[in-house]
């Protein structure tokens, strides 16, 4: 069996080396070509060229590499056509991805097209599901609720299971230990994540800041974790040491990969409540049944344009899947110092509260059930069978 797959983003890097895996448990000889990471790497990829060309978000950032994005894109879509596989796999990052699968089925219009990761069409942009469908024959969603969206654009769609559910989470005695290592013991503490970009961050950080002034106001006794994203640690070691309450900012940089991820794990599981951008993160704390709070904001232009085109009532992802609005969430005009901080010591209060929709999102997202990997996998096999 051969497999040209495309992975553009550390994220679908980790989606595209537990396919490979489930691919190569269920299928015997595989053989892979294509983009990818280290982790997909490790599975036997050999990557045609370094997928971090691939990893740019904006305008201001795509501009100046257009010219050599269009000519990856040209590159890939060529070698897709030459190698003629079973299956073209493409993986999220869908400003390349999906550019590689029109032309390629332009070009070679036999070679069938999965795509992991759908569209977020139930939120905004619905068209995007028809456009896709062009180029697309089959889809691999992560969540429960995306496959009729597919299906009536006209493509396949099975749901796989959401990553989140395979990822390692911290024990109680793993939980403790952080607790105890960072001198918290038993005083209340909550986790701040404000984000994993740049912009987001610099936007968020003195909201979050003025939240947690007023937060320590009401409750001198509670303490501050910050938990940092790799791109933007130098960015919150800057910024969190001015912030009141003596905060703990766990740098990724100070340790080694898995021993920074293991503490970022037990920090989840030991806080008593989060204040978080949105994102998937909010996946993360459900897993370790942590409730939380979210809050966003963007520039006003960009929040003009996204209120218009926002097709549901809230945008955190444990919401959306257990079909609630059990998770606080201030958005836009809403993002305030105020607002924030009294929600999160009423969630801190009252945690209980959100504790049975968090464990049916796990459960709808397929905990308990097969490795997100190996169904996905099936499903590619069932697609081509």
């Known amino acids: 069996m051969r497999v040209f797959i495309v992975a553009g983003e550390p994220s679908g890097d980790k989606l595209g080396a537990a396919l490979m895996t489930g691919l190569q448990t269920l299928a015997g000889d595989v053989q892979f070509e294509g983009i990818g990471g280290p982790l997909m790497q490790d599975c036997g990829l050999v990557s045609r060229f370094d997928m971090s060309e691939l990893s740019v978000m904006g305008i201001a950032e795509v501009l100046p590499r257009y010219r050599a994005l269009m000519r990856r894109i040209n590159e890939t879509a060529a070698a897709v056509i030459d190698t003629a596989p079973d299956v073209l796999i493409t993986i999220d990052s869908p400003d390349f991805c999906l550019r590689v699968a029109r032309r390629v089925r332009a070009g070679a219009p ?12 139930w939120a905004w942009r619905p068209g995007r599901a028809a456009k896709m469908a062009e180029m697309i024959d089959h889809v691999l969603a992560l969540f429960p609720f995306e496959p009729p969206l597919m299906q009536a654009a006209g ?5 796989v299971g959401h990553p989140v559910v395979a990822e390692p989470v911290a024990t109680a005695e793993e939980a403790a230990a952080f607790r105890t ?18 912009g987001e961050v610099t936007r968020l950080a003195p909201i979050f ?10 409750r001198p006794d509670l303490r501050i974790v910050v938990p940092a994203a790799a791109p933007v640690a130098g960015l919150l070691q800057d910024i969190v040491p001015h912030w009141p309450g003596d905060p703990i900012l766990l740098d990724p940089r100070a340790a080694p990969p898995e021993t920074a991820l293991s503490q970022k794990r037990a920090a ?21 049944a942590t409730p939380m709070v979210i809050a966003y904001d963007m520039n006003w232009f960009s929040r003009q344009i996204i ?9 955190t992802l444990v919401n959306l899947v257990s079909d609630t609005r059990v998770v606080p969430e201030f958005l836009g005009p809403r993002c305030k110092p105020d607002l924030i ?9 009252h945690p209980d509260a959100q504790q049975q929709e968090m464990e049916v999102t796990m459960q709808r997202l397929g905990r308990d059930d097969l490795d997100p990997g190996l169904r996905a996998a ?6 081509l069978a």
Do not use: N
């Open 181 to 198: 290592r960072s001198g918290i013991g038993r005083a209340p503490f909550v986790l701040v994540l404000p984000g994993s970009r740049r």
């Open 378 to 383: 099936q499903s590619v096999l069932d697609f």
């Open 155 to 159: 493509m396949d769609c099975d749901f």
């Open 110 to 121: 036999g070679i069938r097209t999965v795509h992991y990761v759908a569209p977020t069409v």
């Open 268 to 288: 989840f599981a030991a806080a008593d409540v989060a204040l978080a951008a949105s994102g998937t993160v909010s996946l993360e704390l459900a897993a370790v």
């Open 209 to 218: 800041r003025s939240a947690v002034q007023q937060m320590i106001k009401e």
């Open 341 to 349: 901080s009294a929600a999160v010591l009423q969630v801190l209060d």
């Open 307 to 315: 209120a218009r085109m926002l097709k549901v009532d809230t945008v």
